[in-house]
């Protein structure tokens, strides 16, 4: 039997982890790290690149490279980049298929099942991209799980006697979700999920571009089209910043040149700890209306939460760490990675599914985080009104979860009814989130009232299907709400796979030296102009070399470039660790 692979599929950064031995273990990429970048770049001989490597070129060439795409799951937002055009479903399932090989040479054998990890306040539309991308990229995708849900399970695994109250606070690159439950006795209960899935560690690094370039006298969109090497330079610059105010009270942006150069002239900006924490006021505030709607939600009154646990990158940040204590008035803690604990979680989910052993006395509760309903009209005297929405799922209940409601028709001799189907809070469906319709026809004539049984079930996928069923001529009708819209079709489906199969990714060895390529590509805009020549020459060495098949050349070139690269100051296998 494969094993069933855990993904966390990040707006960062992606991984992968496998339960083995009785334990989650993460399984390394083709570099040996944990971490693979979710970019995508393709070369100019049409090859891709997915990862570090990608994120290297993601500086030297923007126009190559795409990032941070899952913010765009489930929308029909196409990127062009190396001339060819993807949509977000694409760009992941390149980024699934480098994790898929990486646990297949990790493994030794094929991997087909795969559990991907989804903020938890991924809409229907975002999950069906998330599975659609799963399936592009060759996997059977056994589950859709809550990121929070995935980091709890870690937990859980490893302190399956304790009884406690916990809240998860995650801070992704692009996604914010925070979600309570209860531990006890080897259950584990979700109670409660909010958050925005358009908050995360890339605002903050937006924020702070605003602010460089507003002291350069420029706006970031126009900067963006006229000056894209300045951009895409400044932005690593200002990401590097705030990572850096994690641990110092101030930090260094430098301002590159057009060509996205910096050298020791360029122009400096100090910022400290107490203006970034001023800059990004405006989006703390934003983290607290999920948090106080998780907490309201659970019924569990903040003081009694015993754990705050803030996971996903962006939780390193000060300002983040300081908000969250002062907000429950406890330290907030993450034992493990919080890099790291998602992944492992998706590998003791996949345990559980596989019935492995070691956890045999975990069981675990999970609830849909929006409201799920349809659209009616409403009767004010002899006016009726239209776009109210019906609840029929309220948000936090446990799943899988099947409901029933009846609307009835509004006119007499109506045939067909439309049912438009809602996810979100609001009063009125113009507020919700559009997921789709389904047709109701063959309704016999008669009076108005005629009753249609709505059954509303959404799985522990966080997937909905929509039944609709006559009872006076026993007629159902169903809407499975698994395809998002851009690839409906099968046909679509097919062309896609088509499209991804023609592309060709570099071997997997040669990713390793196509990231130092890349990597020393992003130092010469780094270094002064007389020492470029040299460089280049050492650069163009090695990736000559590494196509001769000959060891002895391939050796000393690599071993030169990385001699000239500590010469110039930059400490490559150092640096490796940190991206
Ligand atoms: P994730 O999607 O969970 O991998 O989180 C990635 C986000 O975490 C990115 O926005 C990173 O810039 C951010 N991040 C990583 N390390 C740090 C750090 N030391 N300080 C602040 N933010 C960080």
Redesign the pocket.
Known sequence: MTPIIGIDL????SLCAVFESGQPTLIPNAHGSF?TPSVVSISADNHVLVGSAAKETRITQPDRCAWVFKRLMGTDRKVEIGGHVFNATELSSLVLQSLKQDAEAYLGQEVHDAIITVPAYFNDHQRNATKQAGELAGLNVRRIINEPTAAALTYGFHDRGAEKKLIVIDL???TFDVTAMEVFEGTLEIISTAGESML???D??DRLLSWALAAQKMQVELAEIKQPLLVSRLRQEC?AA??AL??QPDAAIRIPNQQGEIDQNSPVLTITGDQFKELVDPLLKRLARPIARAVRDSRIPPEEFTDVILV???K??NVVHSFVRSFFGVEPKCSFN??EVVALGAAVQAALIEDDQAVEDMVMTDICPFTLGTEISKEFGSRRSDGYYLPIIHRNTTIPVSREEIVCTLHPNQRHVMINVYQGEARKVEDNLFLGKLEVNGIPPGPSGKPVHLRFTYDLNGILEVEAYLPETGKKFSLVLTQYAKLSSANDLKAAVQKLQSLKFYPRDDARNLHLVRYAERVIGEISPFQRNELEAVIDNFEQSMGSGEREWFESAREGLLTMLSALGFDYSEDQKHS
Request: charged letters at 20%; aromatic letters at 4%; a negative charge.
């Open positions: 990040g707006t960062s950064n971490l992704g690159g692009g995360g560690g890339e903050f690094n990401e705030k990572c994690s641990s996903g990158g962006a390193r940040m919080p890099d």
